[in-house]
Antibody, heavy 124, light 107 residues
Framework: EVQLLESGGALVLPGGSLRLACAAS????????MTWVRQAPGKGLEWVSR????????????YYTDSVKGRFTISRDNSKNTLYLQMNSLRAEDTAVYYC?????????????WGQGTLVTVSS | EIVLTQSPATLSLFPGERATLSCRAS??????LAWYQQKPGQAPRLLIY???NRATGIPARFSGSGSGSDFTLTISSLEPEDFAVFYC?????????FGHGTKVDIK
């Protein structure tokens, strides 16, 4: 069974930093592209960032929505089956539940599996 | 950035009625469009991928259609558990984007 468990959400001051983690199990983590999606309180979904799977290489491609470019960094540790999102220079508008998602399957880039989410609150 | 416009914002229907949700893209996304359902307090669930393919375990009453810029999610006969918010999502062009959602509520 595919399981994704996010952690690391917290209350942080504007300008602060936070690192989210997503522990994956039930599948070959290294083979799958992974994505972070967020949802501000009472609002819709927003795609945040994506990292490709290894496909036998140590090179990964990463992608970001414009509002987080230069502030957020997505990474993965395949030895630990864990996805990360390093968030720096946090702003009030980054307040949201952050979901870790896995593609439905190889070549099927829809988010077929979701974690339960972790709440990040940026406030003074 | 591709903007996805969903309509209507809210759809009020009785159980058993047919629901038709629209998603229009500001430019062509081919068939790289998915639909998600989200209930309060839950993570979203994938319903449809690549415009018309049902995800595993999704009932046949859910169907997707369209290509290019115009897409439709149809629920042929609403069950009580179907009332939720539905989002469309494109993966044709970076940055990927979501629509703002259509809420389907009980009339």
């Amino acid at each position: 069974e595919v399981q994704l468990l996010e952690s690391g959400g917290a209350l942080v001051l504007p300008g602060g930093s936070l690192r989210l983690a997503c522990a994956a199990s039930g599948f070959t983590f290294s083979s799958y592209d992974m994505t972070w999606v967020r949802q501000a309180p009472g609002k819709g979904l927003e795609w945040v960032s994506r990292i490709t799977g290894s496909a036998g290489s140590t090179y990964y491609s990463t992608y970001y929505t414009d509002s987080v470019k230069g502030r957020f960094t997505i990474s993965r540790d395949n030895s630990k089956n864990t996805l990360y999102l390093q968030m720096n220079s946090l702003r009030a508008e980054d307040t949201a539940v952050y979901y870790c998602t896995r593609d439905l399957g190889p070549g099927l880039a829809a988010s077929g599996f979701w974690g339960q989410g972790t709440l990040v609150t940026v406030s003074s | 950035e591709i903007v996805l416009t969903q309509s209507p914002a809210t759809l009020s229907l009785f159980p058993g009625e047919r629901a038709t949700l629209s998603c229009r893209a500001s430019q062509s996304v081919s068939t790289y469009l998915a639909w998600y359902q989200q209930k309060p307090g839950q993570a979203p669930r994938l319903l449809i991928y690549d415009a018309s393919n049902r995800a595993t375990g999704i009932p046949a009453r859910f169907s997707g259609s369209g290509s290019g810029s115009d897409f439709t999610l149809t629920i042929s006969s609403l069950e009580p558990e179907d009332f939720a918010v539905f989002y469309c999502h494109q993966r044709a062009t970076w940055p990927w984007t979501f629509g703002h959602g259509t809420k389907v509520d009980i009339k």
